[in-house]
């Protein structure tokens, strides 16, 4: 819901007609789940680097000291 939005799963819930949905293919399904998991991929790399980059500098000082005395 959070990427999608309340308002829009509820206006696909109010018009879809279950008579004549047809699910996706297995190869489709595939298809799209692979492209999601690609953008997820892609999502968390950026969102590792951009956590990584806005990292205030003396906490990345503290950090360092902490893995080179204790690991």
Request: aromatic share 6%.
């Amino acid at each position: 819901m959070r990427h999608i939005g309340e308002e829009a799963l509820k206006r696909a819930v109010r018009t879809i007609n279950v008579k004549c949905y047809v699910p996706p293919s297995e190869q489709m399904f595939a298809a799209s789940r692979k492209t999601w998991d690609d953008a997820w991929d892609a999502h968390q790399r950026n969102q590792a680097a951009s956590s990584q980059t806005t990292q205030p500098p003396d906490q990345a000082r503290k950090l360092h000291h902490l893995l080179d005395t204790q690991g």
